[in-house]
């Protein structure tokens, strides 16, 4: 399973399941929240792991960029577009 689909699917578990979308917010408000949010992604079975998630995005991103008038694009990139973590919580918000 990629990250993608992971992602996709627990966040559908959880619109679902309001203890568990309880839970994926409270990992929020630890002192480490992208770790504790993987570990709650693996703990649910989902292969979530931090440095994946944070290059996941960037790669995503600049792929995208690299496709787009020949690989060419030199327009700025938009806060938040290339983090899916945080994009992950606002949809689920």
Known sequence: ???????EELK???ERDADLKQR????RKTAEPLASFCSLCRELGY?????ELITAGEEFH?????STNGGGENSPMLTGE???YEMFFA???
């Open 47 to 51: 292969p979530v792991y931090e440095m």
């Open 24 to 27: 994926i917010l409270d990992t």
């Open 91 to 93: 949809e689920l918000e």
């Open 62 to 66: 600049a792929a995208m960029k690299r």
């Open 12 to 14: 559908r578990r959880a």
């Open 1 to 7: 399973m990629n990250l993608m689909t992971s992602l």
């Open 82 to 84: 290339d983090d899916f």
